[in-house]
């Protein structure tokens, strides 16, 4: 637009880089939907919904008035079920939980007098875990519709995002009185490879007060 060249002769800045960064984001946000869920209009599935990766047997139910040790317990079940299934050749050192089974994990104090986390005191004590994140995907992506939680071990040879082309702009275009610039990217989505080092946890988390 007229605008976007008054301000750039003003200013020196790049041609529509608001709407440029707007773009990238907007890729960005449906590159982790893709990765996360896949793309299931053309069969492929994603890091929190692979049909090789086991379902845990126990689905959980937690609440803020659920007591620790029965978070604890839940978590370290879920990890130790990889570490036995896959005879100890399987570690996994990372949890990403749903943002409500995160806020409870969180927010719970492990006794009456030990105001620290649940989550705090798991991740302490845990031989295998080192990472304990949260993640909007995981809400509403288990069965039935039920939130998720995630237990894994990094690394690439786990899992990975598959990117045969990163993000790229074209050359502006000039259009009447405005610049086009047209921006694009190619995903492969979540690439799996040691289902066994993955597995998953369905389960209704209220973190509600």
Not at 81 to 101: F, G, K, N
């Amino acid at each position: 637009l007229i605008q976007d060249l008054l301000a750039i002769a003003m200013t020196g800045s790049r041609l529509n880089e608001q709407r440029a960064l707007q773009a990238r984001r907007g890729m960005e946000v449906k590159l982790e939907k893709i990765v996360a869920r896949g793309a299931p209009r053309k069969g492929k599935a994603g890091f929190v919904n692979h049909p090789a990766v086991t379902l845990f047997g126990t689905a959980f139910a937690w609440t803020m008035a659920t007591p620790a040790a029965v978070i604890k317990r839940d978590l370290g079940a879920l990890v130790q079920s990889i570490v036995l299934d896959s005879h100890q050749v399987e570690r996994p050192d990372t949890l990403l939980l749903p943002p409500a089974a995160y806020a409870i994990a969180s927010e719970v104090s492990f006794a009456p007098n030990n105001p620290t986390s649940v989550l705090e005191v798991f991740l302490r004590q845990s031989p295998y875990i080192r990472q304990i994140d949260q993640w909007i995907q995981l809400e509403g992506a288990g069965v039935g519709g039920a939130d998720r939680i995630v237990c894994y071990r990094r690394g690439a040879d786990v899992a990975e995002i598959g990117i045969p082309l990163e993000y790229d702009e074209m050359p502006p275009e000039v259009r009447g009185l405005e610049f086009i610039v047209h921006a694009h990217m190619r995903v492969a989505g979540a690439i799996i490879r040691r289902p066994m080092a993955i597995r998953y946890a369905d389960g209704t988390f209220d973190a509600t007060p």
